[in-house]
């Protein structure tokens, strides 16, 4: 505040007021120094050896010349590195910029390019694959590795856990505001490139404190760390349960039998998973060989869960089960479910807005409708993003009438849940990833043969949404729904590639030649069955 007339002459408390994720673990770890914090396999992580090694990464980027509001990525799946490197990277004043590593190299290029990335840190598996090795030579960024196969030191790269010894292990005195940008995290919207959410330190302290309170953390809770740490998700939960002295058990991935030891070994208390997760473990003909009485909630996210599942999970693994939905540009969770009403409603419930923020239903007048009516969903509170990075106009038209626009189409019950109806975004949601549409189109279209292409997302039992593909070929044009399929694969992440590639003899259009893709996922809804 530089203006001091209301406060009678009186400044603000400055630092000692400050709100920052860093300190999240600083205070954790004085709370709770000899606690396991991380998890990996066997392996047990204290809250000391993370705030050493942080404040060691931090001094070290500090050394190397980096300034604060310099970008930062990291390109790496979970590993006990890479929790010590977030927290370093926040106590520099640095911003973030994760890369989802399923995403392909020009993806990668792309915001690497556009966030003006100087320097990053990367798995040395991932460095060891050509083409995204080339990407970051052209853009001549700076690599440390994490080297978790042993193969830095021939790549010529510096390990972060070389590099951080004989650092000091005391926190830079880094001067910086609860309002900085502290991360740009890219999602795919409904252009054909990803667009970046920034965000504050308070937005992301906001959330935290929501999670805890909503969640009702303790310190001697657990929750298994298999959603990635690159998506708003996986960071979140870390943080959540750390700053409240619980800990996580991190995974590359998932694996049912590896979730479940953690599960039994750490006397984990939260699971939290997709549908396809839950229905893995509880069809794994190894289940009752693990201890899994510890789990007091589970957690499902991304979608729905179909009945059956739902009520065999909860008789089977635990009997608290809740909902949590949101996205990367409101901090998550935005909303959630109540276990007591798990059985009572089925379908898109999303729950009840949490405390962090409002959650409304809006007409394309900027008029909020009444519980009933079906509209667009709206948020705001303090974990909303500061915008789109280098995108005014699509920061303007997320917040037009003083509500950040979720792009869904919803209604809020009598009893004050979200029931989620459409998206208005044509984005597809598979397996926990956001697949824009428009992208997928592009690369179709780019195939020679490939006349017209439409992209929607159909239910799937694992996936929550397949992304399938129609297209029309060219007039005297021969190609195979193989070959299609194939040529995606070359240019787009796994996640990405179209799981259904079918060739139509037309295309359903409008009067005024527009696509009607509604008329494709209504002829092929029921083409992978549905969720048991």
């Given at each position: 505040?530089?203006?001091?007339?209301?406060?009678?002459?009186?400044?603000?408390?400055?630092?000692?007021?400050?709100?920052?994720?860093?300190?999240?673990?600083?205070?954790?770890?004085?709370?709770?120094?000899?606690?396991?914090?991380?998890?990996?396999?066997?392996?047990?992580?204290?809250?000391?050896?993370?705030?050493?090694?942080?404040?060691?990464?931090?001094?070290?980027?500090?050394?190397?010349?980096?300034?604060?509001?310099?970008?930062?990525?990291?390109?790496?799946?979970?590993?006990?590195?890479?929790?010590?490197?977030?927290?370093?990277?926040?106590?520099?004043?640095?911003?973030?910029?994760?890369?989802?590593?399923?995403?392909?190299?020009?993806?990668?290029?792309?915001?690497?390019?556009?966030?003006?990335?100087?320097?990053?840190?990367?798995?040395?598996?991932?460095?060891?694959?050509?083409?995204?090795?080339?990407?970051?030579?052209?853009?001549?960024?700076?690599?440390?590795?994490?080297?978790?196969?042993?193969?830095?030191?021939?790549?010529?790269?510096?390990?972060?856990?070389?590099?951080?010894?004989?650092?000091?292990?005391?926190?830079?005195?880094?001067?910086?505001?609860?309002?900085?940008?502290?991360?740009?995290?890219?999602?795919?919207?409904?252009?054909?490139?990803?667009?970046?959410?920034?965000?504050?330190?308070?937005?992301?302290?906001?959330?935290?404190?929501?999670?805890?309170?909503?969640?009702?953390?303790?310190?001697?809770?657990?929750?298994?760390?298999?959603?990635?740490?690159?998506?708003?998700?996986?960071?979140?939960?870390?943080?959540?349960?750390?700053?409240?002295?619980?800990?996580?058990?991190?995974?590359?991935?998932?694996?049912?039998?590896?979730?479940?030891?953690?599960?039994?070994?750490?006397?984990?208390?939260?699971?939290?998973?997709?549908?396809?997760?839950?229905?893995?473990?509880?069809?794994?003909?190894?289940?009752?060989?693990?201890?899994?009485?510890?789990?007091?909630?589970?957690?499902?996210?991304?979608?729905?869960?179909?009945?059956?599942?739902?009520?065999?999970?909860?008789?089977?693994?635990?009997?608290?089960?809740?909902?949590?939905?949101?996205?990367?540009?409101?901090?998550?969770?935005?909303?959630?479910?109540?276990?007591?009403?798990?059985?009572?409603?089925?379908?898109?419930?999303?729950?009840?807005?949490?405390?962090?923020?409002?959650?409304?239903?809006?007409?394309?007048?900027?008029?909020?409708?009444?519980?009933?009516?079906?509209?667009?969903?709206?948020?705001?509170?303090?974990?909303?993003?500061?915008?789109?990075?280098?995108?005014?106009?699509?920061?303007?038209?997320?917040?037009?009438?003083?509500?950040?626009?979720?792009?869904?189409?919803?209604?809020?019950?009598?009893?004050?849940?979200?029931?989620?109806?459409?998206?208005?975004?044509?984005?597809?949601?598979?397996?926990?990833?956001?697949?824009?549409?428009?992208?997928?189109?592009?690369?179709?279209?780019?195939?020679?043969?490939?006349?017209?292409?439409?992209?929607?997302?159909?239910?799937?039992?694992?996936?929550?949404?397949?992304?399938?593909?129609?297209?029309?070929?060219?007039?005297?044009?021969?190609?195979?729904?193989?070959?299609?399929?194939?040529?995606?694969?070359?240019?787009?992440?796994?996640?990405?590639?179209?799981?259904?590639?079918?060739?139509?003899?037309?295309?359903?259009?409008?009067?005024?030649?527009?696509?009607?893709?509604?008329?494709?996922?209504?002829r092929y809804v029921d083409h992978f069955g549905t969720q048991g």
């Open positions: 505040m530089t203006d001091l007339t209301a406060t009678g002459g009186v400044p603000g408390p400055g630092r000692i007021g400050r709100v920052a994720i860093g300190d999240l673990l600083r205070r954790a770890a004085r709370r709770f120094p000899d606690r396991t914090a991380l998890t990996d396999g066997v392996k047990q992580i204290t809250f000391t050896e993370i705030e050493r090694d942080a404040n060691r990464f931090a001094n070290y980027l500090v050394a190397r010349g980096l300034k604060p509001g310099d970008k930062i990525s990291t390109i790496c799946n979970n590993s006990v590195e890479m929790v010590k490197a977030l927290f370093g990277i926040h106590r520099a004043g640095l911003v973030w910029v994760p890369i989802n590593t399923m995403l392909g190299p020009d993806d990668m290029d792309y915001i690497i390019d556009h966030a003006g990335v100087c320097f990053a840190l990367i798995d040395d598996n991932l460095h060891a694959q050509p083409e995204r090795r080339a990407a970051l030579e052209k853009r001549k960024v700076e690599l440390i590795a994490v080297d978790l196969t042993g193969k830095a030191k021939a790549a010529g790269l510096e390990s972060f856990n070389d590099l951080i010894v004989g650092q000091s292990d005391i926190e830079p005195e880094i001067a910086f505001d609860d309002h900085d940008l502290a991360m740009i995290i890219y999602t795919s919207g409904t252009t054909s490139r990803p667009k970046g959410a920034m965000h504050c330190h308070l937005a992301v302290v906001m959330a935290v404190m929501s999670n805890a309170i909503e969640m009702g953390l303790g310190r001697n809770d657990g929750i298994t760390g298999q959603f990635p740490l690159f998506h708003c998700a996986g960071h979140v939960l870390l943080l959540s349960y750390l700053s409240v002295g619980g800990k996580m058990a991190l995974m590359r991935g998932f694996d049912p039998v590896v979730a479940m030891e953690a599960i039994a070994r750490d006397k984990l208390t939260v699971f939290v998973g997709l549908s396809l997760m839950y229905q893995a473990i509880l069809d794994h003909p190894r289940r009752k060989e693990f201890d899994l009485t510890s789990l007091r909630a589970c957690i499902y996210t991304m979608a729905p869960m179909g009945r059956p599942l739902l009520e065999r999970a909860i008789a089977e693994l635990c009997p608290n089960f809740v909902l949590t939905s949101g996205q990367t540009e409101m901090y998550p969770a935005t909303t959630m479910s109540q276990p007591d009403r798990q059985l009572e409603r089925f379908g898109n419930y999303w729950g009840e807005s949490l405390i962090v923020n409002e959650t409304a239903i809006m007409d394309d007048d900027g008029n909020l409708l009444p519980p009933g009516q079906i509209g667009e969903l709206v948020h705001r509170g303090p974990n909303v993003m500061l915008g789109y990075y280098k995108d005014p106009g699509a920061t303007e038209a997320a917040r037009k009438f003083g509500w950040h626009h979720t792009g869904d189409l919803a209604l809020i019950d009598a009893h004050g849940e979200v029931l989620f109806i459409d998206r208005k975004k044509d984005m597809i949601k598979s397996g926990g990833e956001n697949v824009a549409s428009v992208q997928i189109e592009e690369t179709l279209l780019a195939h020679p043969a490939v006349a017209n292409a439409a992209v929607v997302g159909l239910p799937h039992p694992q996936w929550g949404e397949a992304v399938s593909a129609f297209v029309k070929l060219k007039p005297g044009v021969q190609a195979s729904e193989t070959e299609i399929s194939e040529h995606c694969r070359k240019t787009l992440g796994g996640f990405q590639v179209p799981k259904l590639v079918r060739i139509l003899d037309e295309m359903p259009m409008t009067a005024t030649g527009k696509l009607r893709k509604v008329d494709l996922r209504n």
